[in-house]
């Protein structure tokens, strides 16, 4: 009853909300979308992943292995051993005018319409990954050359078993989550999950301390804002892979912490999802 209650509660509010902001496209004033087909379509997707922490340019997003002689270690990659993460995966450029413009009208402005939009561009970006991983797959079974041999051995096991990934939202502190009314990340992992078909946790994952801000630190103290504010009060995770899904990433802090708890909770691989790099 008080879960139902509150169900409604929160549909009202967004529906007053969306009242108050008319529904007209972000980038050119149309009525009746929060990005028209014709502005969508000019929205530039990132063709080339690269490793967060020095942004190295890679086919998965993933934090650069470590080097394969030790003496080469802190000059060449290695950046992996720094985080709990195995990568992130970018769909767009938040230098991206429309981008920023939708990304802010949904989180300052509790516009959750406008999550329709940033979800269809997070389908679309996930089916070319897909994609790439079929074609490089495919390349292989027909003979194997050095580099796609490489390239193939990078392949994360949560791309190659896609289906059997967990899906779960970076989650927001309840008092974040009372002032906005919604959380931005849930509206975006709900419709990842449904299009793919796959599991979705929204309760495990609990945020149990509520920090100042991380858009005024730089990234040391970003990390250290952000330690233990994250709890797993799910079951052992048995080696399952997660998906966490975010709005934007920025130093890959909050990812990486959140990650940290997943693998303390028996994950496999964790990977971040988010719709563009801040
Ligand atoms: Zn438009
Ligand atoms: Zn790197």
Redesign the pocket.
């Known amino acids: 009853m008080n879960h139902n209650l509150c169900k409604i509660t929160k549909e009202v509010w967004l529906f007053f909300l969306d009242l108050i902001f008319p529904l007209e496209c972000l980038g050119c004033g149309r009525e009746g979308f929060w990005l028209c087909g014709d502005c969508f379509k000019q929205i530039k997707f990132k063709s080339k992943q690269y490793?967060l922490?020095?942004?190295?340019e890679n086919d998965w997003g993933e934090?650069?292995p470590p080097p394969a002689r030790p003496d080469d270690f802190g000059r060449s990659?290695?950046?992996k051993i720094i985080y709990s993460l195995n990568g992130v995966w970018i769909a767009a450029l938040y230098d991206e005018f429309l981008i920023s413009r939708a990304i802010k009208s949904l989180k300052y402005h509790f516009i959750s319409g406008i999550a329709d939009d940033l979800n269809k561009m997070l389908i679309i970006f996930v089916d070319r990954l897909l994609r790439q991983s079929k074609v490089l797959r495919l390349g292989l079974a027909e003979g194997v050359s050095r580099l796609s041999f490489k390239r193939a051995e990078s392949l994360p096991l949560a791309i190659l078993n896609f289906n059997e990934n967990l899906i779960i939202p970076v989650p927001l502190s309840s008092k974040r989550l009372r002032w906005r009314g919604f959380n931005q990340a849930e509206l975006l992992a709900e419709k990842v999950a449904e299009n793919y078909g796959l599991a979705l946790d929204k309760s495990s994952l609990i945020r149990i301390k509520h920090k100042k801000a991380q858009a005024k630190l730089d990234e040391i103290h970003r990390q250290e804002n952000i330690k233990g504010c994250f709890e797993w009060r799910g079951s052992n995770l048995n080696k399952r892979n997660v998906i966490l899904i975010d709005d934007v990433v920025t130093t890959g802090a909050t990812l990486n912490e959140c990650a940290k708890v997943l693998k303390a909770a028996g994950a496999g691989e964790v990977w971040g999802l988010v719709v563009a790099k801040g």
Do not use: L, M, S
């Not at 922490?53 to 190295?56: L, R, V, Y």
């Open positions: 490793c922490h020095c942004k190295k934090f650069c990659g290695g950046c």
